[in-house]
């Protein structure tokens, strides 16, 4: 970061969520860590946590499923979850004691009856196709979205800042 006259104290990074309404299926991607503006802001926009039809976790870090479940409860309550097959993998054979692990888990316990685990090259809803981008968790994905004129990589956090992640 010094190297380009950047602040090396508190390096912000960005977590977004997207939604994509699309042939009548409203996904979400990612619930962000469930304690930001998510639900208040689909709200405010017509989008009750009720509409949503599938929720689509890019990996198990809390600031991606925390917004899963609340209150041992489903957040998302008509939603699929659909969540990356490696990465559950991991975290059921990962040892105990890992708080983020542990955390995971917790989250993913209101959802288990309505978990669907996916794949790299699995189209996940029309147009979303699954892509592996491990590394920085065992399981990582992002996402190709076609529809348009020309595809776009939803990247998730395989690239978390603007000059560090493609240095």
């Known amino acids: ?14 977590v977004s969520q997207l939604v994509i309404d699309y042939g009548g299926v409203r996904t979400l991607v990612d619930t962000g860590t ?3 503006e998510l639900v208040p802001t689909m709200e405010a926009l017509g989008m009750a946590p009720g509409s949503v ?3 689509v976790v890019s990996h198990f870090h809390g600031d991606h499923i925390g917004g899963l479940s609340r209150d041992g409860a489903p957040a998302f309550p008509n939603a699929s979850v659909h969540f990356p097959e490696p990465e559950l993998a991991f975290l ?9 692990v542990e955390n995971a888990l917790a989250k993913l316990a209101p959802v288990r009856d309505r978990l669907q685990t996916y794949r ?3 189209e996940l809803v029309p ?3 699954a892509v592996a981008a491990p590394g920085h968790t065992p399981g990582h994905m992002s996402y190709m ?12 956090d395989a690239i978390l800042h603007f000059a560090v992640s493609f240095e």
Not at 1 to 14: A, Q
Not at 92 to 100: D, Y
Not at 145 to 156: D, N, Q, R
Request: proline share 9%; aromatic share 2%; hydrophobic share 25%.
């Open 92 to 100: 059921e054979s990962a040892p105990s004691g890992n708080e983020n």
């Open 53 to 55: 039809d599938r929720v």
């Open 120 to 122: 790299a090259g699995d």
């Open 1 to 14: 970061l010094e190297e380009y006259g950047l602040p090396t104290e508190n390096v912000p990074t960005d």
């Open 127 to 129: 147009g979303l196709t």
């Open 145 to 156: 979205l076609h529809g348009g004129s020309e595809p776009v990589l939803v990247a998730g």
């Open 34 to 36: 469930g304690q930001g």
